[in-house]
């Protein structure tokens, strides 16, 4: 099995579902002769040519809206936001519309469309470049909103994504684009949306994550089974809608949750996973639920050390883990 | 003089890494700030990488065609005349703190147990006390309670089932079997906001257990008599004003009833007895326990001998005994010796009661209100004073039929009494 990034298991998924499905197409800014600016569609432009490769203009609206009206003709559209910090202005589109044309029409309309974003930070990217997106989107039944932590399940997810009768926002974590390598086959292969992923058996402390920060929990894991602690890491894979049923069995394995995201700690995707929690596992508690995430400050500062202190940092996920496993 | 080392540096927002294509300089080379000193490639971007000191170029630490992880040292740099400054990382105010807080946090947890310990607790029936925490500050974590179960599989089990077995058939004797350890393993209820804490006084403490022993031991059973006491009130009207005056203290109706009592005592000696496991022990002495309530404590004083006093000797008796426990004089003498105790409930407006035997006697009796009501006397209604004699009594000791003598008799008495019959002094 070929090891490569997970920035071209991305290209990998897409080149795949527009040789596989001639209504599978990529529009987004800069995703054609330049291949985007992370290089997600490196190749393509070349391959498919510019009628399903478009570059679009600066308006993420119209990507998002020329999208849905696509998708309902019967269209795969994969549309890309350059940056995920770039989305807003294509909100109204996506949740007034992509989330809700099923439910509005009775199943006559559908919307098949991909969102593609990046987001994340801890690159340098400042307040633009750096942003979590998904809290705003998961509180909007119709949408799906997929994180995937390694190449195998960006592949799997993708591929999963685009065949999706509805509409799906994809968020790959920019700086695991080169960061985060693995194995992944190379054949077709597709992995179930809204299932989250056991990435590591443990029996003392549950670890809930989703996006880069698996990795993060996963070395410390490494570290911290020396110390004869062992961390069970559920990773999320869909942040909404979640996956209960695996959250709760989860927090019931060792009674001791931490939750973890990259996002403001308020009101993100990992409050919710706190809430399922506390509705359904109180009698298997061992200790109280904590949760790691940013501060809730405005934005990612670009500056080196406040971009670190803002970020979840890796000993704070070791000592997170221990206190808990201690207490 | 001082050395510095050159890093890769972040070549884009999703560049992890970078290679080195070509060196612009070599060991030895001087170089101002800002020269370029390689040329990096990434898969997004090829960059010069631009001199972060001025100096003299040391050591390159790696190969043309070498890739290397953001941040990794590529070259050192010795600098002129500046002083190698190393910093030391000051401990952030919050880490400070964070040990602060946890030395002030260094009370036992022993006590504190998480929802899933107490569930686990319940479920298989577990003493808490007996498992050693591993947890912060002792505290007992689930896994502890886990391991101590595994530990004692067989044991747990065989309980977990007979416990089951006992609610499942609900048979007496599974019952029995399970009445007693439910004393000790009753966890105590959590208060919640806004409750308001009341810390145990030594008095309280005695009355809890006590009342939670007889109830536990002794098999109550209970009656109630109806009795028309209307001569007993004519006669203690006629009496009351002119006893004031001469004793300095009132005369109630209750010396009279414990009068009747200790009359009905000494004919019936098996209600003035103790259960002894093996035997049951008539007492040679009749000593009434009387129940004086307090503002918020039950105390139960002994007038000794009662059978050797008048009724005048017993209100003085009854009197003494409430003027001690109100002014919290009793000694631990006046409540030793009772072998029958009678509470005065009539006092606070009861009309029915089941009292709890006062341990390790036999049977206890209340006096309830004495209210006038209509009865019937010879197919006549009639407009009576009575009362209700309400009995508790040890099953073990006592069955119905002597306990109905018994108060018969004493109904006898009451509805008897006169001033031909019942001498005050």
């Given at each position: 099995m070929a090891v490569i990034s997970y920035i071209e298991a991305v290209t990998q998924a897409l080149d795949e579902e527009m040789s596989r499905d001639q209504n599978v197409f990529v529009m987004g800014e800069d995703v054609g002769k330049r291949g985007g600016v992370f290089q997600a569609t490196k190749g393509l432009y070349e391959k498919y040519g510019e009628n399903r490769v478009i570059d679009t203009p600066l308006a993420e609206s119209a990507i998002a809206g020329v999208g849905i009206g696509a998708a309902m003709y019967g269209m795969r559209p994969v549309a890309e936001m350059q940056f995920s910090d770039f989305m807003l202005p294509a909100a109204n589109q996506i949740i007034s519309e992509a989330a809700k044309t099923r439910y509005r029409s009775n199943n006559e309309w559908t919307v098949p469309i991909t969102i593609r974003a990046p987001f994340g930070g801890g690159v340098h990217g400042g307040l633009y470049h750096s942003q979590s997106m998904e809290a705003i989107f998961a509180n909007v039944p119709g949408l799906k909103i997929v994180i995937p932590s390694t190449p195998y399940d960006v592949k799997g997810l993708l591929k999963a994504s685009i065949r999706d009768n509805d509409p799906v926002i994809f968020f790959e974590h920019k700086r695991a684009y080169r960061l985060i390598k693995g194995e992944v086959p190379e054949d077709d292969y597709v992995l179930p949306l809204g299932k989250a992923d056991i990435k590591r058996e443990g029996r003392d402390v549950t670890v809930i994550t989703y996006g880069l920060m698996v990795h993060d929990v996963l070395q410390a894991a490494e570290k911290l089974e020396k110390e004869g602690i062992s961390v069970h890491l559920l990773d999320l894979r869909t942040v909404y809608p979640l996956d209960k049923d695996a959250i709760i069995e989860a927090a019931r394995k060792t009674g001791k949750v931490l939750l973890m995201t990259e996002d403001n700690k308020e009101g993100s995707v990992i409050s919710e996973v706190a809430a399922i929690i506390a509705e359904n596992c109180l009698f298997d508690l061992d200790a109280p639920i904590r949760r790691l995430a940013a501060p809730d400050v405005p934005a990612m500062p670009y500056a080196h050390p406040l971009e670190q202190a803002f970020m979840v940092k890796p000993e704070q996920v070791e000592k997170e883990i221990r206190d808990l496993a201690e207490f | 003089m001082s050395v510095e080392k050159m890093a890769m540096p972040q070549l884009g927002e999703s560049v992890t890494e970078g290679t080195i294509s070509q060196w612009l300089v070599a060991a030895g080379d001087s170089v101002n700030k800002y020269d370029p000193i390689a040329e990096v490639t990434s898969d997004k971007v090829n960059a010069e990488i631009p001199s972060t000191f001025s100096g003299v170029i040391k050591e390159l630490l790696a190969d043309e065609g070498d890739t290397l992880p953001v941040g990794k040292p590529i070259c050192s740099i010795e600098i002129e005349g500046a002083q190698s400054v190393v910093r030391k990382p000051e401990p952030s105010t919050a880490d400070g703190q964070a040990a602060d807080n946890h030395s002030d946090h260094d009370t036992s947890m022993k006590k504190r147990y998480s929802p899933a310990v107490l569930r686990l607790a319940q479920e298989h029936q577990l003493d808490l006390e007996k498992i050693t925490g591993s947890g912060k500050y002792g505290r007992i974590t689930r896994k502890d309670v886990e391991g101590y179960l595994a530990h004692i599989p067989t044991q747990a089990a065989e309980k977990a089932v007979t416990r089951k077995a006992a609610a499942d058939h609900l048979s007496m004797a599974a019952q029995l079997e399970t009445a007693e350890p439910a004393v000790n393993r009753t966890t105590a209820p959590q208060n919640e906001a806004g409750d308001h804490i009341v810390a145990l006084t030594g008095v309280r403490r005695a009355i809890a257990s006590n009342l939670l022993r007889s109830k536990h031991e002794i098999p109550h059973a209970w009656t109630m008599i109806e009795v028309d006491v209307t001569n007993l009130v004519n006669y203690r009207n006629q009496l009351k004003n002119n006893f004031l005056k001469k004793e300095g203290h009132k005369l109630t109706y209750l010396p009279f009833f414990i009068k009747a009592i200790v009359a009905a005592l000494k004919e019936y000696p098996r209600i003035n007895s103790t259960w002894a496991g093996d035997r049951i022990i008539e007492k040679g002495s009749v000593n009434i326990s009387l129940a004086v309530a307090a503002e918020d404590a039950l105390y139960v004083p002994v007038i000794k001998h009662a059978d050797e006093q008048s009724i005048k000797g017993l209100a003085l008796s009854v009197d003494e005994l409430a003027a001690k426990v109100r002014e919290n004089r009793l000694s631990p003498e006046d409540m030793q010796g009772g072998t029958f105790t009678v509470n005065n409930t009539g006092s606070f407006g009861s009309i029915q009661s089941q009292p709890i035997i006062?341990?390790?006697?036999?049977a206890i009796l209340s006096i309830e209100s004495i209210v006038k009501r209509p009865v019937v006397i010879n197919n006549m209604i009639a407009i009576r004073d009575m009362v209700n004699l309400c009995m508790s009594i040890d099953h073990r000791v006592l069955d119905g039929l002597i306990t109905g003598k018994f108060l018969a008799r004493i109904k006898g008495l009451l509805e008897s009494i006169n001033s031909e019959n019942t001498p005050i002094y």
């Open positions: - | 006062n341990y390790p006697q036999a």
